[in-house]
């Protein structure tokens, strides 16, 4: 039973999978693989609490196995229980100290506690351990990249697709002359991370390259209006290049290794008959002005890269603000919305649909007075379109390279940062956030 267990989870037949390890535990309640192996299923389909059984089941039957520690870690770190997930990863490294896994984990606690330092000194030990270790690999990237170290953040950063972080260096490095050649960028990651990466492409063509751009087709339409960027191509299409790059490893090529190389975001240009034609479709739903707002991002059985925030934190930041709200929520459904609306007590107008059309969004977002949002592909485009976001980051959230060291945005000039403490308190974040929203309106009037 557990052999066809593994093999309906190596399909990703998960249900299936369930019910085998399920009848081979009825039999054998102590077999431990079994025992891991049904643990693994409940984190995979969010059964979290199932999962803390089987795992605390093995620690009963063999209390020095240090996977199970780790396993409760991981669980842990994803219930917010810092921690309770902290003091797991050091009972697996005192069973074993030589566990990658769980010092990797560890310095991910760390991470997340701005102890950016330590977290390096977790990852590096992970690695002298296992030199091919390609999570402590990334996640050493993103810490030297948030402390401001980009020769060292960017170097590793090599790590995110599988590569040996030595097969690649700088074009120069390498003896590569673009002059005259075709180029062809490959998009890589999600619409953000193409968004953020795309900056690069204008300082490659400043080598005088030819440069194709191989897009997510929601991006196509926008990525075309690049002055950089000379043929926006499809997955499927068959170009004769001289090279390939896949838009992340742009840094690296260019060799950028200090604040003062971080090329501006990309730029787009709305057409006044599009501006006014927005203009037009607000003004008919609402007076001034106009608040564009998002609560979460990511994808939901993902925990890893799902992040939301508590809607009603809305109400308080724009309680004494009479204008318009509009959700710019990603698949928002009519229950949230009607649940937004009675927090704010009154109509939210839903735009939902305008992000199956990026560039309608773009217009919108060109048009708004105010976006207050969590991180999300729309803090890119409004950026691109000269406007500030006031973004809300959960203390669980992923980090993003684009936040900078110490969280200012030196990617990103008019997007502002709002971080939830590690208590998980929003007061501060709210309070400054409504003086900032102040401060510009009276700069308005």
Known sequence: YNNLGNMFQKLDRLDEALQYYKTAIQIDPDYLEVQSNLGT???????????????????????????????????????????RARDHYQRALQINPKYAD?????????????????????????????????????????????????????????????RDINSLNSLEEMNIELKNKRVLLIREQGLGEELFFLRFASLLKQSGSWIAYQSDPRLKSLVSKLPYIDHVADKKEELAVD?????????????????????????????????IEMNRQLAEIGKPPYIGVSWWAGVKEDIMSYRKIDFRLFSELFQDVEGTIISLQRDA????????SKTFDCEIH???????????????????DHHVTISNTNVHLRSAVGQPSFVLVPFHS?????MGPNYKVLWYPNVRLYRQTPELCWTEAIIQLKKDLLVIKQHQL
């Open 41 to 83: 299923i409940y984190i995979k389909i969010g059964e979290l609490d199932e999962a803390i059984n089987c795992y605390r089941h093995i620690l009963r039957v063999n209390p020095n196995s240090f996977a199970a520690e780790n396993n409760l870690g991981i669980i842990y770190d994803r219930l917010h229980q810092m921690e």
């Open 102 to 162: 769980a010092k990797n984990n560890f310095g991910l606690i760390l991470q997340k506690q701005d102890k950016f330092d330590q977290a390096i000194d977790c990852y590096e030990s992970a690695l002298q351990i296992n030199p091919n270790f390609l999570d402590a690999q990334v996640n050493l990237s993103h810490t030297w990249l948030l402390k401001g170290d980009f020769t060292r953040g960017w170097h590793y950063y090599t790590a995110r697709d599988g």
């Open 243 to 275: 090279y390939i790059f896949p838009v992340g490893d742009l840094p690296r090529l260019l060799d950028m290794t200090s604040e003062e190389e971080i090329p501006p975001p990309i730029s787009f240009t709305i057409q006044p008959r599009e501006q």
């Open 333 to 340: 459904d009519a229950a949230e919305i009607e649940a937004l």
């Open 350 to 368: 839903n735009f939902s649909s305008y992000n199956t059309n990026l560039e309608r969004m773009t217009v919108l977002l060109a048009s708004l």
């Open 398 to 402: 992923q980090q993003k390279i684009w």
